[in-house]
C-alpha cells in the first residue's frame, strides 16, 4: 500500500523538528536554487553571480546571499586589494546541494514538458 505524506504531517510541530519541512522551507525561497546552481561552476564574483543567475534584482540576491551566508550554504571572500573584491562560493553543504539541483532536472526533463520554439 502506498503511503501518501499530507502537507500537514511534514510541517514542523512547536516540539518536533521535521527535517523535510525544514529543508523545502529554506530552498523554496526564491532565486535560492539558482544561486546555488550559479556556483556549482565555482565561485563567482557579485556581478558576475548576477548574471549567471539572471532576472534577479541586486538587492534581493544581496539579500539571499546574506542569508546562505549565515546558515553555512555559501561563503564569502573579502579580497584586500583596490578596488576591494568580494566573491561568493559552495561551502561543503552548499556543494552537497549538487544532487537536490540534479535530481529536479532529472524530473523537469521527464515531467515537464519543453517550451516550443519562440515562445
Known amino acids: 500500500m502506498v ?69 553555512g550554504v555559501v561563503f564569502k571572500a573579502v579580497e584586500s586589494h583596490m578596488p576591494p573584491r568580494t566573491r561568493y562560493g559552495l561551502t561543503e553543504a552548499g556543494r552537497a546541494l549538487e544532487d537536490v539541483i540534479r535530481s529536479i532536472e532529472e524530473w523537469a526533463r521527464r515531467y515537464l514538458p519543453a517550451p516550443s520554439p519562440g515562445s
Open 3 to 71: 503511503s501518501h505524506t499530507s502537507h500537514r504531517e511534514l510541517r514542523a510541530s512547536a516540539h518536533e523538528f521535521c527535517p523535510v519541512y525544514a529543508a523545502i522551507e529554506l530552498l523554496q525561497s526564491k532565486w535560492t536554487l539558482h544561486i546555488v546552481r550559479a556556483l556549482l561552476s565555482g565561485d563567482k564574483g557579485f556581478n558576475e553571480l548576477a548574471r549567471a543567475v539572471g532576472g534577479c534584482n541586486p538587492a534581493t540576491l544581496s539579500q539571499r546571499l546574506e542569508e546562505l551566508v549565515t546558515i
